[in-house]
């Protein structure tokens, strides 16, 4: 846990919610408690707490606002259907999370994000972050790609596409094809197969790798054409890669230490297994 500086002004705080009337009317809600209390001031501009209203997608997109300022903010969610892994607030408990945000000493836990640069054939270059994953797949074709991990180069993959992974981003589309769920405390990336063809004559390893902090996955297109490269929730077409570099960022997404931080494999049991007494 890491403690940010708290100062005596009043907390900014951002509430960002998605379009759904429930989320609107919690937000309504908060903002109806917090504005008149001189301990905080909203804001959407340089928040010091965004408070995300919805589910993991809305913190997603809200990640993405403030991607640019994630040494300085902290995040908190509450999810209007089941408990999310982002989130630790359910619709029912705001007046824990106020309780929760009075008391606040800066505290934070915090969780690696991925980075990624897109170089293409011309010279020019994307740099992103990703909060849960990013791919890469060929549009008009099968995608033939080599993948380098640290300089070793690894395997040629034949198929739809790669997945990178961040360890919070390891219970999402990763986890649907197949990849491992991370504890989002390793600091790691998850490389993860997209219907890789396997036969006598093209081969790859089959199973997700678990990369270490400093090494670097590149992956390099061996032939001309339309890619897309997705970060969590949005999609980019690129003409014409020279190379995808993928490795874990200098910043950290911050959250605010809650006591309602629910234990990662709760979540994970809650998520996708459930009741085992049903
Ligand atoms: P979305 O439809 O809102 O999100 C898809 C689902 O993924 C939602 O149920 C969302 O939970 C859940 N989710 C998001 N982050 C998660 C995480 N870290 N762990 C477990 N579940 C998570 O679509 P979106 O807003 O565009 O979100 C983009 C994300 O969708 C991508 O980052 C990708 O991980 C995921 N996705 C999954 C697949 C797949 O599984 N086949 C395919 C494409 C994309 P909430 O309901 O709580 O928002």
């Known amino acids: ?22 989320s609107k009317r919690i937000a309504s809600k908060i903002f109806n408690v917090l504005r008149d209390d001189p301990d905080f001031y909203l ?12 589910g993991d997608g809305m913190l997603l997109s809200a990640f993405h ?30 007046d824990k999370l106020i309780d929760t945000l009075r008391q606040d000493q800066g505290d934070s836990i915090s969780y690696p994000i991925l980075k990624v640069k ?17 791919t890469v797949k060929r549009i008009e074709k099968t995608m ?76 390099v297109p061996k032939r001309l054409g339309t890619y897309t490269v997705s970060i969590d929730n949005k999609t980019y077409h690129h003409k014409n890669i020279a190379k995808v570099e993928f490795y874990i960022s200098n910043h950290k997404i911050h959250f605010v230490s809650t006591p309602s931080h629910t234990s990662f494999w709760a979540r994970v049991k809650d998520a996708f297994i459930g009741d085992l007494d049903s």
């Open 65 to 94: 606002m403030y991607e640019k300022e994630l040494d300085t903010v902290r995040f908190v969610g509450i999810h209007t259907g089941h408990l999310g892994f982002y989130t630790d607030y359910r619709d029912f408990e705001v």
């Open 118 to 134: 897109v170089t293409l054939d011309d010279g020019r270059v994307y740099r992103s972050r990703a909060l849960n994953e990013a």
């Open 144 to 219: 033939v790609a080599d993948v380098m991990i640290n300089k070793v180069k690894f395997e040629r993959f034949r198929g739809d596409g790669i997945l990178v992974s961040t360890p919070t981003g390891s219970t999402a589309y990763n986890k649907s094809l197949g990849g491992a769920v991370l504890h989002p405390t390793i600091e790691a990336l998850q490389m993860t197969e997209i219907s890789s063809i396997n036969n006598r004559v093209f081969r790859t390893l089959g199973s997700s790798l678990i990369i270490p902090k400093d090494d670097r996955i590149v992956l």
């Open 1 to 22: 846990m890491t403690q940010m500086n708290i100062t005596d002004k009043p907390i900014r705080i951002a509430i960002i919610a998605n379009g759904k009337y429930q």
């Open 43 to 54: 804001s959407k501009k340089n928040p010091d707490v965004v408070i995300t209203i919805g």
